[in-house]
């Protein structure tokens, strides 16, 4: 019998095979998110109370949960009026890229790095975590965001095709010193109801800009990747169109059978973990646990192109070290004998 790396075993899966036993994504990949010159918090404000900090396009943000992060400061918005961008938020102000040692940081984030043995991805965000549609809301609100992208379409393109530049800029620097096998565009376009806009206002206000996302990574020589949290089923087929290799973390409210019917192995699905039911809540019990990983990977492995992965949220409720444990062993317990 082949004896495969974690890093080969995935890479099946990216290549459209069968792999030898269902990949963990925690130990089949390593993932560095930023880089750190674009997480960084340049500034803190002393004279406000709790912990506010500015990152580095000098949008504010507030530190209340360390499990959760940094939020956007509520009713403080970079933009007020999406006409006058230009204005409010001027590209003379973005920060340099160029004045980055980029070398240096790629040394830095990726010290602990295995490249023999695992798959390697750099996660890609704008002001605070988010790319395109996040970003947006991140510096007009949330319901700035979707006033713009229905009344002031010009505008709204305008400023993302900008914002677009400059990740573009950003995924070639990355390509060329960090040397990832994937980049991961992170956007999260839903909530765990439907998405936050109709598929036809995705279609036309965000995907030409998550195309040129997917083409700059491809074209750069990595392969592109999407987070998207929520219920986003009904543009998994567009991500797939426009390239996007694999989505995650494929929450479980998806038609996540439609999607791979529908797509095949062309989009991987990297998720299915049930981090809202009785298996993500804090004290449940063992078997509860262990059964809700046999059934996402029943669910979403057969024929290959299904990576599994648990969803942040479970982090942030604070299950505990023996809960994450019981998930851990048995996804690779049960796992290892899937395709066999």
């Not at 390697?120 to 949330?142: D, E, F, K, N």
């Not at 049930?274 to 809700?292: L, P, Q």
């Not at 290959?304 to 317990?333: N, P």
């Amino acid at each position: 019998m082949t004896i495969l790396t974690q890093k080969e075993n995935i890479m099946r899966v990216f290549d459209g095979e069968i792999p030898e036993w269902v990949p963990v994504s925690r130990d089949a990949s390593q993932l560095c998110f930023g880089p750190s010159c674009m997480t960084g918090w340049n500034k803190r404000d002393e004279n406000k109370k709790g912990d506010h900090a500015f990152d580095l396009f000098g949008v504010e943000y507030e530190i209340s949960d360390p499990r959760i992060g940094p939020m956007p400061a509520p009713n403080v918005f970079k933009i007020t009026d999406i006409t006058k961008w230009g204005d409010q938020f001027p590209v003379k102000s973005f920060p340099d890229l160029g004045a980055v040692d980029w070398d240096a940081m790629a040394r830095k984030d990726t010290a602990e790095w295995d490249r023999e043995n695992k798959y390697s991805r750099v996660g890609i965000g704008g002001s605070g975590s988010g790319t395109t549609y996040m970003w947006m809301a991140t510096l007009l609100g949330h319901e700035g965001a979707m006033i713009a992208m229905l009344t002031e379409p010009e505008a709204w393109d305008e400023l993302l095709d900008e914002l677009t530049k400059f990740q573009e800029e950003q995924i070639r620097l990355i390509a060329n010193h960090f040397k990832p096998d994937s980049i991961v565009i992170s956007d999260d376009c839903a909530f765990n109801k439907s998405l936050f806009m109709s598929p036809e206002t995705y279609r036309g206000r965000i995907k030409p800009f998550h195309r040129r996302l997917a083409k700059a990574i491809l074209d750069n020589g990595c392969t592109p990747e999407i987070h998207c949290c929520g219920k986003a089923d009904a543009i998994a087929d567009d991500f797939a169109e426009i390239g996007i290799r694999c989505w995650n973390p494929a929450q479980v409210f998806n038609d996540l059978e439609g999607v791979k019917a529908r797509n095949g192995n062309k989009l991987i699905l990297e998720g299915a973990w049930d981090s809202n039911g009785a298996a993500g809540i804090r004290g449940a019990d063992e078997e509860t646990v262990r059964s809700a990983v046999r059934s996402a990977i029943d669910r979403c492995a057969p024929g290959g192109g299904y990576i599994f992965s648990i969803s942040g949220m479970t982090a942030v409720y604070d299950v505990g070290e023996e809960h994450f444990g019981w998930i851990f062993d048995e996804a690779v317990r049960y796992g290892a004998n899937f395709y066999r």
